[in-house]
């Protein structure tokens, strides 16, 4: 429908009982030091795990992703033995599932909005389940990338879908923690990856690529039977004017009734549904085209540090981590996909500091500690492969330095970036937003895939890190000048965040201001 009324918090809902005689304390409320970082203390077991068994299967369509940029990492040592492969049909193969990708997330926003977004999930499934099994039974390298192509759509549906949904079923103190779970599962397919390529290395160079990729249909096939466990977003059931049937997934979500029903009144009102022939002029397209002074700001932030996330160069730590040990000085395609292993255990490891951390210490720090952090791992990195040489401590240094950047990505850069752009929109902006900033993302990591051989033997590997360590000293600046804290706050203070161009420090903003902004419109 495309409708909205007053403003939002972070979770889709906007206030409607903003004074005194409101006798429960606001779900979007400020957190403090004794409040539950991951739910309130009157949840019960059973809804909290109910909630968190939908953030987990919604999740998984983001383990397709990273299965495919950790396994493609060792593939791709024996794909071009098989097929004799050039190195620029090896960067395309490799790259262009980024690129592709954008295609599914520049889709999912309209999607996701149309048919909803649980069945949004499905199509992305079974649109990566057809181009694994093509690129399986692929028998030549034309083949192998139709398949690759379509994979990438279902990719770029699943990675913007996913954050967007948890966002919208997830409780508000909650929401940093389990927006962060598609960042945890890119990880864990990651590191499935690895040991995949580790595993399937000793068979023959005709099967084992293959055999590799065949494995990655499994958690496809997971995601259908979690589609008969998790409900519809109920702020997009409520756009549909489906209320009770919000009003039922509320139930299974929060366990008191009355905040069930305080919660359903603020989701319409943020729907627009109490005020509909003001919004219904303007389609949403036309709104992210031509933008508020605060909404430009938003895109601005959104859009830039989803491109800070892939130019700081993980894809390359990621998908070319056998070169770069290559090039550091370890032989054997054995010892090089063990070392993989190594950086695909401390992704993952790192990320789980993170969960814990962003609704406590907050989006900000993270991306500080992250930033400040790759950007020294990236110059080590550099380091290490320029002057060092192939002796035992360059490996060494290598190595660390390697895992060490991997590490601080995935304690901030990972999987904030994914957070922050899932909350700082307005709701029914929310999806089409956040399919704009997933494109960035896809394309930015598409160029660094599909660059970063080329680009290494005309500066060397050690130059192009180098190239990195100074877009990751960037990011440094671009989180410090434009990215607000939203820890903790609903959407009507992270509107005013954005109001004002010049607080970008997270101040606190006054009740009454909230009371005026809501007034106003």
Sequence with gaps: MGLVGVQENGNGETGVALGSKNRYRRMDSELTEDDDIHFPEDRSETTRKYVLACAVFASLNNVLLGYDVGVMSGA??????????????????????????????????????????????????????????????????QILMIGRLLAGVGIGLGVMIAPVYIAEISPTVARGSLTSFPEIFINIGILLGYVSNYAFSG??????????????????????????????????????NRVEEARLVLQRTNENEKEVEERL??????????????????????????????????????????????????????????????????????????????????????????????DKLGRKPLLYISTIGMTICLFSIG????????????????????????AFFSVGLGPVCWVLTSEIFPLRLRAQASALGAV??????????????????????????????????????????????????????????????????GSEVELGDIEQLVQKE
Aim: hydrophobic fraction near 50%; charge should be neutral.
């Design 383 to 406: 380091l290490s492969l320029t002057l060092l040489g192939k002796d035992q401590l360059g490996i060494i240094l290598g190595i660390l330095s390697v895992c060490g950047n991997v």
């Design 265 to 358: 009144q603020e989701i319409l009102v943020a729907a627009g549904l109490t005020n509909v022939e003001k919004y219904e002029e303007k389609p949403v397209w036309r709104e992210l085209l031509t933008p508020s002074p605060s909404l430009r700001r938003m895109l601005i932030t959104g859009f830039g540090i989803q491109c800070f996330q892939q130019i700081s160069g993980i894809d390359a730590s990621v998908y070319y981590s056998p070169e770069i040990f290559k090039e550091a000085g370890i032989e054997g395609n054995s010892k090089l996909l063990a070392a993989t292993v190594a950086v695909g255990v401390t992704k993952t490891v790192f990320i789980l500091v993170a969960i814990f951390l962003i």
């Design 203 to 240: 068979l023959s160079v005709h099967t084992s690529w293959r055999v590799m990729l065949a494995v990655g249909i499994l958690p496809s096939v997971l995601v259908g039977i979690a589609l008969f466990i998790i409900p519809e977003s109920p702020r997009w059931l409520v756009m549909q």
């Design 440 to 505: 960035g993302n896809r394309v930015c990591s598409g160029l660094v895939a599909m660059s970063f051989l080329s680009v290494s033997r005309k500066i060397t590997v050690g130059g192009t890190f180098f190239i990195f360590s100074i877009i990751s000293s960037l990011a440094v600046l671009f989180v410090h000048t434009l990215v607000p804290e939203t820890k903790g706050k609903s959407l009507e203070q992270i509107e005013l965040l954005f109001k004002d161009e010049h607080d970008w420090q």
């Design 76 to 141: 791709i040592l024996f794909i071009q033995e098989d097929l004799k492969i050039s190195e620029v049909q090896e960067e395309v193969l490799v790259g262009c599932l980024s690129i592709i990708s954008l295609l599914g997330s520049l889709a999912g926003g309209r999607t996701s909005d149309a048919i909803g977004r649980k069945w949004t999930m499905a199509l992305a499934a079974l649109v990566f389940q057809t181009g694994a099994a093509v690129m399986t039974l692929a028998p030549s390298f």
